[in-house]
């Protein structure tokens, strides 16, 4: 079945490391999105990625990294410079580029709950 | 600063009722999306009403779209326990790249 899988479910960090996120999607999509969710609260946009080897921040993108040397794939780093890491993380994609002639409906996946201890 | 704000927050209703949440944005949109997020899961497309568009229904769904208020309204007709999620609205701020979430409205719906 095509969709969009994120790994790990559960993460938890002890202060002062990096961690990464993955997201891999197989729906053929160009386009794919970082949010994250606090409790009780929107999401707010990270960083996404329209094309291959390119990937504009999006609002909170301080302390967080990301790539894109696949279509498929979109890791996050969460690094340490990040102050308030702990929330719900959550990795999308759709199938043009943000803004384009499509739809711009976005898929989700199932989340990563990073905690930090 | 969020695009989007729902309203109410939170909402709980009978089975079988009909439940109403409202949306109001900030600047010119192309599209208006709505989601819906069980508890702990990713978040799913239920439906999107375009600019030129002033109402859309989707099987229990229906969705109204008052550009000149800038604002969506989403009722759920028939309301089920299994409806019990949050909702939100999605828009493009200026038809640009970045999809902008709303706050969201938690409805419980009880049997």
């Known amino acids: 079945d095509g969709g969009i899988t994120q790994s790990p479910k559960y993460l938890f960090r002890k202060e002062g490391q990096n961690v990464t996120l993955s997201c891999e999607q197989n729906?053929?999509?160009?386009?794919m999105y970082w949010y994250r969710q606090d409790p009780g609260q929107g999401l707010r946009l990270i960083y996404y990625?329209?094309?291959?080897?390119?990937?504009q921040k999006g609002d909170i993108a301080e302390g967080y990294s990301v790539s894109r040397e696949k279509k498929e794939s979109f890791p996050l780093t969460v690094t340490s410079a990040q102050k308030n890491p702990t929330a719900f993380y959550l990795c999308?994609?759709?199938?043009?580029?943000?803004?384009?002639?499509?739809?711009?409906?976005?898929?989700f996946g199932e989340g990563s709950r990073l905690t930090v201890l | 600063s969020q695009q989007g704000e729902e309203d109410p927050q939170a909402l709980s209703i009978q089975e079988g009722e009909n439940a109403t949440m409202n949306c109001s944005y900030k600047?010119?949109?192309?599209?208006l999306q709505w989601y819906r997020q069980n508890s702990g899961r990713g978040l799913v497309h239920l439906i999107l009403?375009?600019?030129?568009?002033r109402e859309k229904h989707s099987g229990r769904l229906r969705v109204t779209l008052d550009t000149s208020k800038k604002s969506s309204s989403l009722l759920i007709t028939a309301s089920r326990a299994a409806d019990t999620a949050s909702y939100f609205c999605?828009?493009?701020?200026?038809?640009?790249?970045?999809?902008?979430f709303g706050t969201g409205t938690q409805l419980k719906v009880e049997l």
């Open positions: 999308a994609s759709s199938m043009g580029p943000a803004g384009g002639p499509q739809t711009g409906e976005l898929f």
């Open positions: 729906l053929n999509h160009d386009a």
């Open positions: 990625s329209q094309i291959v080897n390119d990937f």
């Open positions: 600047t010119s949109i192309n599209n």
């Open positions: 009403i375009r600019s030129n568009e």
């Open positions: 999605a828009t493009r701020p200026g038809g640009g790249n970045k999809l902008t």
